[in-house]
């Protein structure tokens, strides 16, 4: 039940104004005075409240309207569109009835064993694709979908011996290499955004567009900062959580290589991180920086003009590059600064892997944050280094 308006409340005040004058002057007394004032008393605080929670709703309007959010149905098939329209009766009123109806016409499976819901596949569409486009490591890496709650990986880095031998002479048996193994599970992350019943009643734009805004918004962030520096634990495996190591291969180790002068980058130390990768690397091999890492390279440039390797311009779509490689602006890689890992170059397709656990949950919660109702989304993620040879870490120095 919504507040009523203040102009109601006014009505009422009023009225109880001219029945608390009518009131013979001897048979009032203490507690019938005592009484008035209460009344009167609540229906302040009730108007206040009505007015705050219209102000709040002007507000959240104004804010979408601002920001473009509508309703755009265009270019979806008739299933999508259904899905939009029982996703829409859910988030406004939590009306489940659609779900039924989807699960017999799309064969999906709508309904989790959590009591909540599957985003439909047009939602969750839209905020993959958000966040691919807006995390920089998923633009670059491995990425895999999958049903299980984790998937293993076959890591064959073994040599085998062999040798040269006459046409007559003995053959003695080689050693045999062996497989390694690298297990990734997916871990859970979720974003709870919350808005006022009376705004989902009374919305005329796409309520679900802006959820998927939110959403998309909060899983990019989460996401981007766990590839990069994330320990594994309860998190995807950030490529940035290894122990260094040097250029004899280690499963657990990434090179790091000293990028020169003390708290700075230098163009020597840059070549030296770039020739670190081996070739079979080399075709798909980009850099990974920090805006603010970029900077640093453009004052390097204009320092020294005999470092001509790198191509600052970013206008009408052209990339950046730096010694013949595309340079990737990654906000969770650390500044420049002594002893900071702030470069990362290397082949992130194949030394490193996403996987996604199919589908995003929702939940909707009207009643323990009254007036407002919760939406808990959560999307399960995993991440981790399999070729570590495949990735070098630029280290400035102390």
């Known amino acids: 039940m919504g507040f009523l308006m203040s102009d109601d409340i006014k009505k009422v005040h009023d009225a109880l104004g001219e029945i608390k004058s009518m009131v013979d002057e001897k048979t009032k007394d203490v507690v019938t005075e005592e009484k008035f004032k209460k009344v009167s008393d609540d229906l302040v605080s009730l108007q206040e409240k009505a007015q705050a929670a219209e102000r709040e709703t002007l507000a959240l309007k104004a804010a979408f309207q601002q920001a473009g959010v509508k309703e755009d149905k265009n270019g979806l098939s008739d299933i999508e569109k259904k899905e939009q329209e029982v996703l829409e009766a859910f988030v406004r009123k939590g009306d489940e009835s659609g779900f039924a109806e989807l699960e017999q016409k799309d064969m999906g499976s709508y309904s989790g064993a959590d009591g909540g819901y599957l985003v439909p596949r047009a939602m969750s569409a839209t905020i993959i694709k958000r966040v691919f486009e807006t995390s920089p490591v998923r633009a670059v890496a491995s990425v895999q979908s999958i049903s299980t709650d984790s998937v293993d990986f076959l890591i064959d880095d073994n040599e085998l011996d062999q040798g040269w031998v006459s046409e007559t002479a003995t053959r003695s048996v080689t050693s045999t290499p062996e497989l390694g193994k690298k297990t990734i599970a997916v871990h859970e992350q979720y974003a709870q955004p919350q808005v006022t019943q009376r705004l989902l009643d009374d919305a005329a734009f796409s309520i679900e567009t802006w959820l998927a805004d939110k959403v998309s918004d909060k899983f990019a962030r989460t996401e981007n900062t766990a590839f990069v ?115 990362a170059y290397g082949n992130f397709a194949v030394g490193y892997q996403i996987v996604d656990r199919l589908g995003i949950s929702l939940l909707r919660d009207p009643y323990t944050a009254k007036p407002y109702v919760k939406f808990y989304f959560t999307k399960r993620v995993g991440g981790d280094v399999l070729n570590t040879e495949a990735i070098k870490i630029g280290k400035i120095a102390a």
């Open 229 to 343: 520096s994330g320990n594994g634990s309860g998190q995807p495996r950030g490529f940035l959580d290894y122990d260094a190591g040097s250029a004899t291969y280690n499963r657990e180790q990434i090179e790091q290589v000293n990028l020169g002068a003390a708290a700075a980058l230098t163009g020597n130390g840059l070549i030296e991180l770039q020739n670190s990768l081996k070739d079979p690397y080399q075709s798909g091999a980009v850099f990974m920086m920090k805006r603010s890492g970029y900077g640093e390279l453009l004052k390097l440039m204009y320092t020294d003009n005999k470092f001509d390797a790198l191509t600052p311009s970013a206008g009408n779509g052209a990339e950046l590059m730096l010694l013949g490689k595309r340079i990737i602006l990654a906000d969770d890689m650390p500044a420049v600064a002594a002893n900071a890992l702030s470069v």
